[in-house]
């Protein structure tokens, strides 16, 4: 099976603009999370999709939003964007089927947008 | 909510020696604790979880130790090579409305001296 995929893989813009980046999960996995991977600040959770719902939310201003659609591929947006959000935005993709099993928990990651804010 | 707190920051270890890596966690309802490595430029890998029914996980060189009591685990990795240098990070998790969020470490940067 093919990995998570993620586009585009680097990208450039300028404070004030927005950025939409998109994530393909691996094919079957219904549930795609984000994250935003900073030197300082680490991996920090910002949301969770699954069946086109946010599941779950990290500690985010709403500039952070994201969707999901019927064929699990997702989308996140950033909006009035700001030198603080260049960072490395991960997707990860895992099955959590209904109900949610143990072994559906494991969350593979794609290998991420590197956005930088000039 | 939940705060994983990882040690060392940096680890720097001989080849062939074994290696080390302790996180702590607050919340108690925590019940799944993967271990992700990441390699320069590349995304973070799994290379062994544990859930809270388990006290230790064994895969070849890594095993991984949980103490619910104390809310701590572990990562060792064995007979070190010189692959083994990355960024390793501990993650723990709770099953929330049927979703998982996963609240890093901060990283443990292991070098491995040939």
């Known amino acids: 099976k093919a990995g998570v995929t993620q586009t585009p893989r680097y990208l450039i813009k300028t404070r004030g603009q927005q950025v939409t980046l998109s994530c393909s999960p691996i094919s079957g996995h219904r549930s795609v999370s984000w994250y935003q991977q900073t030197p300082g600040q680490g991996l920090q959770f910002l949301f969770e999709?699954?069946?086109?719902?946010?599941?779950n939310k990290g500690n985010f201003p709403g500039r952070f939003s994201g969707r999901q659609f019927s064929n699990s591929r997702s989308e996140m947006n950033v909006s009035t964007l700001e030198l603080g959000d260049s960072a490395l935005y991960l997707c990860?993709?895992?099955?959590?089927?209904?109900?949610?099993?143990?072994?559906?928990?494991?969350?593979?990651f794609g290998p991420g947008t590197r956005l930088l804010v000039l | 909510g939940e705060n994983v707190e990882q040690h060392p920051s940096t680890l720097s270890v001989q080849e062939g020696d074994s290696a080390v890596i302790k996180c702590t966690y607050s919340d108690s309802a925590s019940n799944y604790f993967p271990w992700y490595k990441q390699e320069l430029g590349k995304r973070p890998q799994l290379i062994i979880d544990?859930?809270?029914?388990?006290g230790e996980k064994k895969d070849q060189r890594i095993a991984v130790t949980l103490n619910k009591t104390a809310k701590h685990f572990s990562l060792h990795i064995t007979e070190t090579q010189p692959e083994d240098s990355a960024v390793y990070f501990c993650?723990?998790?709770?099953?929330?409305?049927?979703?998982?969020?996963?609240?890093f470490g901060q990283g443990t940067r292991l070098t491995i001296n040939p």
């Open positions: 544990i859930r809270s029914n388990v």
């Open positions: 993650a723990a998790s709770k099953r929330h409305q049927g979703a998982q969020k996963l609240v």
């Open positions: 990860a993709s895992s099955l959590r089927g209904l109900p949610p099993t143990e072994s559906q928990e494991t969350q593979y």
């Open positions: 999709y699954f069946s086109e719902t946010q599941r």
